[in-house]
């Protein structure tokens, strides 16, 4: 059946992409993009690998990294929101590549992009929670003297974690209100740290600083290499806004507002991450004291030396503020792909996560199953110290593989794509083919070792994450999966019919 983009309502699109309406459609499209401006977080993701930073690459790769990824991060956030508009559906990027790729290989190309974007979302909500623990961690040193040891910010990385599936589960209205809130916290508490950093320190570091002084404490010889493995700081912070895909189920005027979304959250999320940036790397008074302070928070330290005490912890606090925030729109994020893939059966225990909770009609069990997953992924961090970037990685490698699939089928099809009220028009090739390129390029990247020698305790982890992942997906696609996913006449398919879809007069619209 052709797509009725222009003309169909938010639930007769959704009908005619196969599901029925489920969630509750009440999120304006300003709700939506607050989602993924939450998620992106320049406070959360900016600050958290700033120390990453500092030692790879330095105030020069921080800066200029941070403006080149972030203008390739919107070429491939345009090539998504073009296809978010074709279909706005919570399923997202697995349902998009289904629809496009070839039809003997479609459900192929479905699983496979939709497990690469269960592992980043979980990696996403493991990353910004872990980072907020550490942050907090270093403000609870600074006060009352709790050391910032691995065992005490993996207890405050559980108790987050925690506190953000409860607020998902028994807080639904009040998420709702805190993400719109998020969005002026940010942009208000930029505003804040980077006036403060300007104009209170009686000594700033010199625009020569700022923008040319290359640091490599990573141990590798390559300046080469050591810039490259910098752009993790940088394009880790850009993930995340395929929630306003994710979100589109419960988004009026979702063809539209979904695309917008996406897009505006990056490209404001860029200029205010750039001020971040510039202002926190002007302000640095002892290079090596903030890389070196007892709290392992390298930008905490830069604040208390340029501001003093008072000042900067009450700023250092409106960074946690943004953190948290982001954190809790991670696992409503996270748990909106887990309900979506599990409800086309792609998860253990699939019944169990795409169940609604009729009190909230939000899918309470895939909340939990999104905050498990995310301390799971975190607990490497008691053994290694490179734990932090490797999760990173993770959630990098895995979110930008999934975000290129869509675009490269969306490619393929040429004219022959079924375009939705928000596209690109003439330059949907060119920006998709820079997108796809750019992917490819981090892809390897963000694989490779970040620190020289390579140690149990230095192991960049990311490989062996995604190969276990990609090694289980594809096991048990050869063994069971290629039977039944997404097929239409496989009876466990029919079973799950009279809940999901609208109705038996299309029975296979949805595949």
Not at 4 to 30: C, H, I
Not at 106 to 131: E, M, P
Not at 204 to 222: A, C, D, E, R, Y
Not at 352 to 365: D, E, F, K, Q, Y
């Amino acid at each position: 059946m052709p797509l009725d983009v222009p003309s169909a309502t938010d639930e007769e699109r959704l009908a005619q992409l196969g599901y029925r309406q489920t969630l509750a459609r009440s999120m304006s499209g300003f709700a939506n993009f607050a989602v993924s401006f939450t998620i992106i977080s320049v406070l959360s993701g900016c600050m958290t690998l700033y120390g990453f930073g500092m030692n790879t690459g330095g105030p020069a790769m921080i800066m200029w990294g941070w403006v080149l990824v972030g203008l390739m991060t919107l070429f491939v956030g345009l090539a998504m929101a073009e296809v978010c508009s074709s279909y706005p559906t919570s399923a997202g990027l697995y349902f998009w590549a289904f629809r496009m790729a070839p039809e003997r290989s479609r459900a192929a190309w479905a699983w496979f992009t939709g497990w690469f974007n269960v592992l980043g979302q979980v990696a996403v909500t493991a990353g910004v929670d872990f980072g907020a623990a550490s942050f907090l961690n270093a403000y609870l040193d600074l006060q009352v003297g709790y050391a910032a040891t691995p065992g005490h910010t993996m207890l405050l990385f559980g108790l987050i974690l925690l506190l953000h599936a409860m607020l998902n589960t028994f807080g639904v209205r009040i998420v709702a209100v805190l993400n719109s809130v998020s969005v002026w916290w940010h942009l208000i508490g930029v505003v804040l740290i980077v006036g403060a950093l300007v104009f209170v320190p009686d000594d700033l570091q010199s625009p020569s600083f700022v923008f040319t002084h290359f640091v490599n404490n990573t141990g590798w010889g390559s300046g080469l290499y050591v810039g490259l493995l910098a752009l993790l700081m940088a394009q880790y912070t850009f993930t995340g806004y395929d929630a306003s895909a994710h979100m589109t189920e419960e988004t009026n005027d979702a063809s539209i507002a979904g695309p917008r979304g996406i897009v505006r959250s990056i490209w404001i999320s860029w200029i205010a991450g750039f001020l971040l940036l510039t202002g926190m790397t002007f302000a640095i008074q002892s290079y090596d004291g903030a890389l070196n302070s007892e709290s392992g928070v390298p930008p905490a330290q830069i604040l208390m030396d340029a501001l003093g005490a008072s000042t900067g912890t009450a700023l250092l606090l409106v960074i946690i503020g943004a953190q948290l925030f982001c954190g809790m729109a991670s696992v409503t994020a996270n748990s909106r792909m887990i309900y979506a893939f599990s409800r086309d059966g792609a998860l253990p225990f699939s019944r169990v996560w795409h169940r609604i909770n009729p009190a909230t009609r939000t899918p309470t069990n895939a909340v939990w199953l999104a905050a498990s997953g995310a301390f799971l992924l975190g607990l490497p961090y008691l053994v290694n110290v490179s734990a932090y970037a490797a999760v990173t990685s993770i959630a990098t490698v895995g979110l930008y593989i999934a975000y290129a699939v869509p675009t490269f089928l969306r490619l393929r099809l040429g004219r022959r794509f079924e375009r939705g009220p928000w596209h690109l028009g003439r330059w949907s090739k060119p920006t998709g083919v820079i997108a796809i390129g750019w992917v490819a390029v981090i892809t390897i990247l963000f694989m490779l070792p970040q620190v020289s020698p390579i140690t149990p305790e230095t192991f960049n982890y990311a490989p062996i994450a995604v190969a276990v992942v990609v090694g289980f997906a594809g096991t048990w696609w050869l063994v069971s999966a290629r039977k039944w996913f997404l097929n239409p006449n496989h009876p466990r398919n029919r079973e799950e019919e009279a809940q999901y879809y609208p109705g038996p007069e299309r029975v296979s619209d949805r595949w």
